[in-house]
């Protein structure tokens, strides 16, 4: 829901620092994985209730996160590049909430299961119409270009990364976050699907060869 607001305000900057990092022959790749082992630390932080380094940590990597894209669109876009990318991201996440069920297991354990479990609706949404998309030749630019059909909805990167964030921030509230988001996710999922059912119900009544764009 808000990717398409905050890329148009750190897409310059981004482009900016993709050109410098371009100039010091910084793969997106590598920015991939960089920012994929932040994100393991920032978990690894979290788990030992050092909840401040954490939240810091993780920021830096989700900048890493937004940088390998940057990058990759001012040399090539690449499937490789795509699949590492999205899937990393959500390894990420999902540690992320596992953290807080190792720190604090009594009090976060139900919580943190709820949200990882709430998580595979969108995750699985998002990757299964991205392979029909691609399927029958389905495009959008509505997020930039990506090697992905990008599906939004009420739980994006965006919202996901301040949900983490406000975890680190007011440990004490995860579970209040946690349920919060996760019936989000849930949100996320139903509308995702009732879009799909009318987009691919419209397409598998449509003559071959004559597929919507």
């Known amino acids: 829901m ?6 148009k305000r750190i897409d310059p900057p981004l482009a900016v620092i993709a050109r410098r990092a371009v100039e010091w022959q910084i793969s997106a790749q590598t920015a ?15 788990a030992s209730q050092l909840y401040i380094p954490a939240v810091v940590v993780f ?9 390998d894209g940057a990058i990759a669109r001012q040399t090539r876009l690449t499937d490789l590049g795509g699949f ?13 909430v596992f ?27 998002f990757l299964a119409y991205a392979i029909i998309a691609a399927k029958h ?21 965006t919202e996901t990364i301040v ?5 680190c921030l007011f440990p004490a509230w995860f579970s209040l976050i946690a349920v919060v988001y996760g019936v989000m996710c849930w949100i996320t999922a139903g ?3 009732a879009a799909a059912v009318s987009t691919l119900s419209e397409i598998d009544r449509a003559p071959a060869g004559k597929v919507a764009q």
């Not at 807080?100 to 949404?125: E, I, K, R, V, Y």
């Not at 030749?137 to 990167?157: A, F, H």
């Not at 949900?163 to 975890?167: D, S, T």
């Open 137 to 157: 030749g389905i495009t959008t630019d509505i997020r930039g270009s990506k090697s992905l059909y990008y599906l939004g909805g009420l739980t994006e990167g």
């Open 59 to 67: 920021v830096v990597s989700r900048f890493f996160d937004g940088l």
């Open 191 to 193: 509308t995702r699907i």
């Open 163 to 167: 949900c983490i964030v406000l975890m």
């Open 2 to 7: 808000l990717d398409a607001i905050i890329r």
């Open 32 to 46: 991939t994985v960089i920012g994929f082992l932040l994100g393991l630390g920032s978990a690894a932080l979290v």
């Open 84 to 96: 590492l990318d999205i899937t990393l991201d959500f390894i990420i996440y999902a540690v992320m």
């Open 99 to 125: 953290a807080f069920a190792l720190a604090d297991p009594a009090a976060n354990a139900l919580a943190a299961a709820f949200l990882t479990t709430s998580f595979m609706g969108p995750a699985a949404t």
